[in-house]
Structures are given as C-alpha cells and as structure tokens.
C-alpha cells in the first residue's frame, strides 16, 4: 500500500475512534512504608469524574511478576466519581526477610465504566508504587541512611567509575547523582548491602572532586547531600538542605 493512502487509513481510524486513556484515579501517596511493628498499611485512592473499578494486588516485581505475601483489601471495589476508597494492606506474616528493609509493589487497574459512545477504545490503566517492608526491631534508621552510604572513585582505563555502597538495612532512594556537575545517573535505588558503579561521561581529577546528589524519604520529601571525594577514598555524604519532592 503507498505511504499516501497509509496515511489517509490512519487519520481515518483516528476519526472513527476515540481512545480514552486518562487515569481517573490517583493514590494519596508515592510510597507506602508498611511498619513490621503494626498489622497493616493503607493508602487512599481518589476518583476523578467518572465511575470507575478499582483492582489491586502485590507482586514481588521479578520477572515472573510472583504474588507477594501481603493481601489487598478490598481487592475488588466499586469508586463513584468525586468519591474514594480506602486500600488496607495486610501482611501474611510470612515471607518476607526479618533481617533488613524489603521492596514490593502496589498495583492499583483502573478499570473505567463502559462507554456509551461508538467506536470508543477503553484503557485499563495501572499505577503502581513501592511498598517498603520494614521489619521490626531494625537498627539505624530510613532517614539516616542516605547519609552512611560509602562513595568513592576509581579508574577503569581512561574511564572515571563512581562507586557507592549501602552498608545500612534500608533502601535509599536517590536522584540527580553528579560529580562536578557530570551526570552519573538520574534515578534509582540501591538495596540494603547492595553495591553499585556508575561510569561518567567525562573524566575527573583525582580529588577533591565534588560529589552531591539527593534523596527521598519516607514522607516524600527531596534532601540534598554533597560530599567532597578522593580517587580511592571511600566517604560518607552530608545533608545540605531539604524541600518538597514535586
């Protein structure tokens, strides 16, 4: 078929179908921290300006998407427009490490009212959001964490490697990672005892470089650290400033 008349089949289906895609729900939180000490966790679903069913559920977040040890209710509900639902989360009791912070995931499907309309293609979209497991009786704490992770740089060739390591038992969630500037990664996240290296775009001298990055609590909250770093050395960051995460 020539490009014309592909074009033309395309602009038609794009008139004779309609495609609603639009989240009509939104969650109260960007992150859950379900506390080893209490039997639940919840988290608040808001509906916008139309019916709606909610389904929910944890999953480990590998790659056979394998159910979690922790129930959902109601896993099944009904949200009215302008109304909302209140999602408890229940752990099993089972399952989960007792030794360290632990990561799952919250999913919430929307799964919009029929539509009257002809030629309307419906989308079923789902939000999901970290659940952070957090057993009872652990040593430090969430929101020191950051602070005790250990950065350093080392040489691979002519390339300059920004090593970091989270000797703490909870994840640190962290973004906009520089050195002088240079960008080694805009997001993620680093697990209790995980290690990780970043290779920077442009080589750095030896030291003292400058080091900064931030971090987002438990509340959602955005903190700065900084730390000056030597080739070699491992250092711990401090806190500049905190702000709202947007």
């Known amino acids: 078929m020539p490009p014309r008349s592909i074009a033309a089949c395309l602009g038609l289906l794009g008139l004779l179908m309609a495609t609603q895609a639009a989240a009509s729900i939104s969650l109260n939180a960007t992150r859950i921290v379900f506390d080893g000490d209490h039997k639940e966790a919840n988290i ?30 109601p896993p099944l509900a009904r949200v009215f427009a302008k109304e909302q639902q209140l999602l408890r989360i229940l752990y099993e009791g089972t399952g989960m490490p007792t030794d360290r912070e632990s990561v799952v995931w919250l999913n919430v499907q929307e799964i919009p009212k029929a539509s009257e309309a002809e030629n309307t293609l419906q989308l079923a979209i789902r939000q999901r959001i970290k659940i952070f497991y957090r057993p009872a009786g652990l040593t430090g704490s969430a929101l020191q964490a950051p602070a005790q992770l250990e950065w350093s740089l080392a040489r691979h060739g002519s390339q300059t490697l920004l090593q970091v390591k989270n000797p703490t ?14 960008l080694a990664s805009d997001s993620t996240m ?18 003292p470089v400058q080091l900064s990055f931030s971090s987002i ?24 400033e905190s702000r709202l995460y947007p």
Do not use: C
């Open 44 to 73: 608040t679903v808001r509906n916008g300006n139309q019916d709606v069913l909610i389904q929910s559920w944890v999953d480990m977040n590998d790659a056979s998407a394998s159910r979690a040890p922790f129930a959902v209710t």
């Open 169 to 182: 038992l909870y994840h640190v969630s962290m973004a906009d990672i520089k050195v002088q500037a240079v």
């Open 217 to 240: 609590n438990d509340y959602g909250a955005q903190n700065h650290y900084s730390a000056p770093l030597f080739s070699g050395a491992t250092l711990p960051a401090h806190a500049t």
């Open 190 to 207: 680093i697990a209790p005892g995980e290690q990780k290296q970043f290779a920077l775009a442009a080589p750095v001298a030896g030291g």
